[in-house]
């Protein structure tokens, strides 16, 4: 992919080339019209052809001429048919690292820029129908052919209500798509279709104003002016508001009618005006009080590292490595204030939405109004006054989950990556990328300092630091030298003997939360399976209940008596009998979070118990009040998900009880042992964080596995030693490169032929055998949302050298006649599922 063009500053530019947020690597050249050459700018949005319809895509360079020995016809080039911004919404800067995106993970350029802006300001081209006077003449005539009554009604429609979106139109007509003889009506001249671009449906909220038009007057002055006790009470206010107010809290203020306000404003006394209404995430939130913490020697130390190399206005990658509880956020913290203070811009990166509503309220408490706020919880509004309030440099801090990575923070200096091991800062549909890598190169490209914490780093990130390519910071203890929470583990194998039956809890879970309600201390409980039951099964006849679009069980979900598929969001009422042989036998088996706040209701009545997971996340309010209220001690315990293990901070949390981590263990990924030392390792870390010793009790059937004995000891080096020391045996990252070539269709025939070609087209291009390639095998999940999957891994000790065999084995796969839209490549994936 070509570089951008900056617009030459001798010629205005006549051409333009624009990347489509759609399934295309490459970028389209256009005319510019007169009107646009002089305004058009780089990162602007543009309405242009492609192909059959409009589409709307993005500026990446402008062009005096076209270049030397290009196959373009300048007649045959279609023109730019609108501008949709004068002032560009993709920065240099963000248009760069979208660039860089779209080149190393080989995804579509307008994908990821499309990405790179909040939801709600990409404009999209709809296509409208509407009745022509043909057509109307015909209807009164009724010169319809065979099929009548249908055609009939259908332009009777359109005589009606004048024009639909095409869609629409289908919908209030009955048909799914299209129909053919839609299409004839519009060969006959009866009916029309036009392309218009839907207006941007975010913008910036305003509310009506006014301001005094002279502070020192108080409106007697006016000609012929009798002022009221309303007036001047108006008047008042106004003058102990800086002389400017909102006209609906001008009204609250002074207890006064528009229509006072209207008569001030025809005497000339005051002025009206529209005012920007920022919609603030945090309006009433209520901020904690700031606490001044003395650093230890480490954090110290960490600190001034990070302070020297962002004074040195030079690109670093710092791994920070500190224990749970070892006083990360606060360096975080003092080293973005350090930032603010030199005139800089940071942005700090955490993967869940859970981490947000907590740290959200102290980081504003330290930073007030200059901070912005980014996730996907936030309304389209939210999200983007918070993006404008950085894109105009009134923010110069964001806190964000992935996507925040795309913020443009102006004069950037310095980007925290909390919990850089996470898999949830990875892009697991298009486009993919991985927000802590990009991270890194944003750092780069823009001299700044990126500073990767963890209490468990990533392999490949702790690899980096042993070899020097990261500086290694350490903090080691936690804070006020309190100790790491005591972990043992509980064999459930021991449990079912002694009770000759499966069993959720075990009698040291239970009795452990008894101890800790009898200390009014606190307790999380931790399974990583949202739902009520994993599954139905019918005891007469064995079925169990599938997704129709998926190989997966549907799960359980008791709130509202529905199946559901985690994977394509199939619903379905649950059965009151098997549906096979019509047995009311239904059997429901394995437990999620539902059943386990259930149950812990059951037998502890006298607790306040809370949930956060997935299906409590939707509902951003309820999400932040559980967690806010758990942080004030108001919920004696929290059951969740992995959601509950990342970074929270609760100093009355003194046992963690993990209910089962075997499933994560069995699963078929090579990171498999590493996420589940990563899972225990972080919800350890949750208790003891106050004054008091914290506790862990880890369920398994599995107590001797490396992985666990490791977590449960918090030793991350001999845990590090071991997996790294079968990662090199069978040629895992670190040490290779990975690609994921991933095949689906919806016939499974097809999708195994393609995959076939795939792999045919790679071993002609690995001729230099610089690859191994594996597969094609069916995916661990071999049909998702309604397609068959076929998958093929590419590993190779240069990633370079990958790439070219995966970009040649490509070009010569769609030469051939092959579809690539059937084919989606992970560069450097981080599930294997």
């Known amino acids: ?15 333009a080339q624009v990347a489509f947020p759609v399934h295309l690597s490459k970028t389209f050249t256009y005319r510019l019209p007169l009107s646009i050459q002089q305004v058009a700018r780089v990162g602007s949005r543009v309405v242009a052809q492609l192909g059959a319809k409009p589409l709307t895509g993005y500026i990446v360079a402008l062009l005096p001429r076209l270049r030397a020995g290009t196959s373009l016809v300048e007649s045959e080039l279609k023109e730019v048919q609108e501008l949709l911004d004068v002032d560009p919404p993709l920065t240099t800067e963000v248009l760069e690292i979208t660039r860089w995106v779209a080149d190393y993970y080989a995804a579509p350029w307008g994908e990821v820029m499309r990405a790179a802006l909040p939801a709600g300001i990409n404009a999209t081209v709809e296509q409208m129908v509407s009745i022509t006077a043909q057509g109307r003449e015909a209807l009164s005539n009724l010169e319809i052919s065979s099929p009548a009554r249908v055609r009939t009604n259908a332009l009777r429609l359109l005589a009606t209500d004048r024009e639909f979106e095409l869609n629409a139109f289908c919908l209030r007509i009955g048909a799914t798509k299209t129909p053919q003889w839609l299409r004839e009506l519009e060969t006959e001249g009866l009916i029309e279709r036009v392309y218009r671009t839907r207006s941007t449906v975010t913008r910036a909220k305003r509310r009506r104003a006014v301001r005094l038009v002279n502070p020192e007057l108080d409106g007697s002055q006016s000609e012929n002016a009798r002022v009221t006790q309303a007036q ?6 106004l003058r102990a508001h800086q002389n400017r107010m909102a006209v609906i809290d001008l009204i609250k203020a002074a207890n006064v009618s528009e229509s006072v306000i209207n008569t001030l404003a025809k005497r000339g006394v005051v002025t009206e005006f ?43 990658t710092l791994l920070l490595h500190g224990v749970t509880g070892s006083g990360k956020t606060e360096v975080y913290i003092r080293a973005m204030r350090d930032a603010l203070k030199a005139g800089q811009g940071a942005m700090m990166l955490v993967p869940e939405i859970a981490l947000t509503p907590i740290l959200s309220r102290r980081l504003r408490a330290h930073f007030g109004n200059q901070i912005a706020i980014f996730h996907s919880s936030l309304s389209k509004g939210e999200r983007f006054d918070e993006w404008s309030r950085l894109r105009s440099g009134h923010a110069r801090i964001v806190l964000g989950t992935r996507s925040a990575i795309f913020a443009p923070v102006q004069n950037l200096a310095l980007i925290i990556v909390d919990e850089e091991h996470d898999t949830s800062y990875r892009q697991e549909e298009s486009p993919f990328y991985n927000a802590r890598d990009t991270a890194i190169v944003r750092a780069q490209k823009e001299s700044a300092v990126v500073v990767l914490g963890s209490a468990t780093p990533s392999l490949e990130s702790f690899h980096n630091a042993q070899s020097g390519k990261y500086q290694y910071l350490n903090l080691p203890d936690r804070v006020a030298n309190r100790p790491m929470a005591q972990a043992e583990m509980v064999d459930m194998k021991e449990v079912f003997a002694r009770r000759k039956k499966p069993a959720i809890f075990s009698d040291q879970l239970l009795e452990a939360i008894e101890h800790t309600r009898a200390r009014r201390e606190q307790t999380i409980i931790l399974l990583n399976r949202r739902g009520y039951s994993s599954f139905i099964l019918c005891r007469s006849c064995g079925e169990s209940i599938s997704c129709p679009n998926c190989d ?48 812990l209701r059951k037998r502890f009545p006298e607790l306040r118990i809370g949930r956060i997971d997935r299906d409590t996340k939707q509902r951003r309010h309820e999400f932040e009040t559980t967690l806010l209220d758990f942080a004030k001690g108001e919920i004696d315990l929290l059951v969740g998900t992995q959601m509950l293990a990342k970074g929270h901070d609760f100093p009355n949390v003194t046992l963690v009880g993990v209910v089962s981590i075997d499933a994560g263990l069995a699963l078929p990924d090579f990171r498999a042992a590493e996420r589940a030392f990563q899972l225990i390792t972080q919800v350890a870390g949750r208790a003891g964080r106050g004054d008091l010793p914290g506790r862990v009790l880890i369920q398994t059937y599995h107590p001797h596995h490396y992985a666990l004995r490791h977590a449960c000891a918090q030793d991350y080096r001999g845990f590090y030693d071991e997996e790294i020391r079968h990662r090199r045996n069978h040629g895992y990252p670190p040490f290779v490169a990975l690609a994921l070539m991933l095949i689906r269709h919806k016939d499974r025939s097809r999708a195994n032929a393609i995959a076939h070609e795939l792999r045919s087209a790679l071993v002609n291009a690995n001729d230099a055998h610089t690859c191994r390639i594996l597969g094609p095998a069916p995916a661990p999940f071999a049909r998702l949302r309604g397609e068959h999957r ?25 030469e051939a006649g092959n579809d690539l839209r059937a084919v989606s490549l992970e560069v450097d994936p981080v599930s294997m599922m």
């Open 1 to 15: 992919m070509s570089p951008p063009a900056e617009k030459s500053t001798d010629l205005p530019p006549h051409y």
């Open 232 to 237: 001047l009470r108006t008047i008042k206010v």
């Open 274 to 316: 529209e005012e920007d209404v920022r919609r603030d995430p945090l309006l009433r939130a209520e901020l904690p009080d700031m606490e001044v913490f003395h650093l230890t020697a480490a954090q110290t130390a960490a600190l001034r590292s990070i302070e020297n190399r962002i004074r040195e206005k030079s690109f670093a």
């Open 552 to 599: 997966v069980t549907l799960t359980y979900h008791q709130g509202d008596r529905t199946l559901v598929c985690h994977y394509c969001n199939h619903h379905e009422r649950a059965p009151s009998q098997c549906p096979v042989c019509t047995s009311k036998f239904i059997y429901y088996i394995g437990e999620g979070t539902e059943q386990i706040e259930e149950l």
């Open 790 to 814: 076929v998958q093929l891994l590419v590993k190779a000790r240069s990633r370079k050298q990958m790439r070219t065999v995966i970009d040649q084995a490509l070009k010569s796969f769609e």
